[in-house]
């Protein structure tokens, strides 16, 4: 029990004097907080963060994950494609192409694939 207490200590002990290390031969400058501020969906970090969200950059954002979620869709339907009934495979298969090409339409119909920024 001893022993293994001891070997905690020290291992603790390493531990700490590695991440100290690490500090100390760091290149980080605090003078740099460009580099260092995160950069997400084209806002700069350093200016005012209430700044109107794009609802243009929001729809795109949705129509890739329907037509991402589509592609994980489409591929089981074309591994089945041997192995069932193919009336069956031929009915689900054109609903679901079916309700894509909907979809796409309506998303035509309202703009939402004008790439104009």
Known sequence: MLYLLIMSII???ISNIFIFLSFIISKKSFMDREKCSPFECGFNPMKLS???FSLHFFLITVIFLIFDIEIAL???MIITF????FFIW???SSIF????LI????EWNQNMLNWAI
Request: glycine fraction near 4%; aromatic fraction near 8%; proline fraction near 8%.
């Open 11 to 13: 291992m603790l002990i």
């Open 50 to 52: 209430r700044i109107p």
């Open 74 to 76: 489409i591929l089981p």
């Open 82 to 85: 041997k192995k069932v009934n």
């Open 90 to 92: 031929w009915k689900v």
């Open 97 to 100: 192409i079916i309700m894509l």
């Open 103 to 106: 979809g796409l339409y309506h």
